[in-house]
């Protein structure tokens, strides 16, 4: 029997290798770990987005009998987004499993198909780590493609919103007015506040580029208030490394964490900025997942990732691996997403 005949078994099959991608390890992420976006499948490779803004107005003090003021009705938008398409794919050899068995065991099928799931983890990892950094660009309102400069979407532009102004930190100041860093976060609380209206959330949070979380932890005032308090130690270690960040600490209401993440030599997050977005807002965070483009997998539900083997039926010399994911991850209400710089 050809080797090649063991790529005809179940355990190569779409739903088999689809299944073995999506129990993969995940590579570590903060915004994955925050459980933050809502995820959800769908059958088409794009989104329609319904946006339906509630009118608060203040109603005029008429005469009695007079016509009373006109009624203005909400108005609705819908904008249409279509789905990321990241194919990654690899290539076995067949010179690269000659020879090769699964130790202390004869079955060569058992040992092609641990080949094939080892090269699956590090294509699944790359498709994680490539779904945090569109997640990161939605906490932005700017989504960016792999090279970190291509705008695949800007949420401002998209949702017909404008950024509120970046909030001013001024943490090189040798002499800040007393109690500044707690006025500045209760100003970015009240405004995202004001901007969600009526959609309660739990808190805020806010990722920090180094240069900015360095500076706000050695601040006089903040120094100050954990003094004396359980909540020193934090200061005292500085970075308690999770795998995720290289530090975190809450103050003003706020979580401030020092987001751990690069493409290559460009940070997720700005040395000298900080990202600010709420937290426990139902449906404010989304991510769609997309169906693969296969015939098998036409307008079905959308995995968060799929995996498919093609051998070469010609020479049987090499079998094509392809893992791919069709997400999209967006924030539904970009105005309420601030930034905040260092000086």
Excluded: W
Excluded at 119 to 128: G, H
Excluded at 172 to 177: L, M, Q, V
Aim: net charge negative; hydrophobic share 40%.
């Amino acid at each position: 029997m050809s080797v090649f005949d063991v790529f005809a078994g179940d355990a190569f099959s779409l739903i088999s290798l689809t299944d073995a991608i999506n129990k993969a390890p995940f590579v570590p992420g903060l915004l994955g770990s925050l459980n933050l976006f809502q995820e959800q499948g769908v059958s088409t490779t794009s989104v329609m987005i319904e946006e339906k803004s509630g009118i608060l107005y203040l109603v005029e003090n008429k005469p009695r009998g007079a016509s009373g003021q006109q009624n203005q009705v909400e108005k609705r938008k819908a904008r249409s987004l279509i789905l990321a398409h990241l194919p990654a794919e690899d290539r076995l050899l067949a010179d690269e499993i000659q020879g090769v068995r699964e130790f202390g065991s004869n079955d060569q099928a058992k040992a092609i198909e641990n080949t094939v799931n080892s090269r699956l983890v590090t294509m699944s990892s790359s498709l994680d780590a490539t779904l945090e950094h569109l997640r990161i660009g939605a906490i932005k309102g700017q989504i960016l493609d792999s090279d970190g400069s291509t705008v695949i979407y800007n949420l401002f532009t998209e949702f017909g919103v404008q950024q509120e102004a970046e909030v001013d930190f001024d943490l090189d100041n040798a002499n800040p007015a007393s109690g500044i860093i707690r006025k500045k976060c209760a100003g970015v609380i009240r405004t995202m506040a004001g901007n969600l209206g009526a959609s309660p959330f739990t808190g805020v949070h806010c990722l920090c580029g180094d240069a900015f979380f360095d500076d706000l932890i050695a601040h006089p005032e903040t120094r100050q208030t954990f003094l004396n308090q359980q909540e020193a130690a934090e200061l005292r270690t500085g970075y308690v490394s999770s795998g995720l960040s290289y530090g975190r600490f809450v103050y003003g209401g706020i979580v401030f964490e020092n987001y751990r993440g690069k493409v290559g030599a460009i940070d997720y997050v700005n040395a000298d900025k900080a990202h600010f977005f709420p937290t426990g807002a139902t449906g404010l965070f989304k991510t769609y997942f997309g169906p693969a483009n296969y015939m098998e997998t036409v307008n079905t539900i959308g995995l968060p990732k799929y995996a498919k083997i093609s051998p070469d039926m010609r020479f049987q010399k090499f079998v094509d691996i392809e893992a791919q994911s069709n997400p999209l991850p967006i924030c539904t209400r970009p105005k309420v997403l601030m930034l905040g710089k260092r000086t």
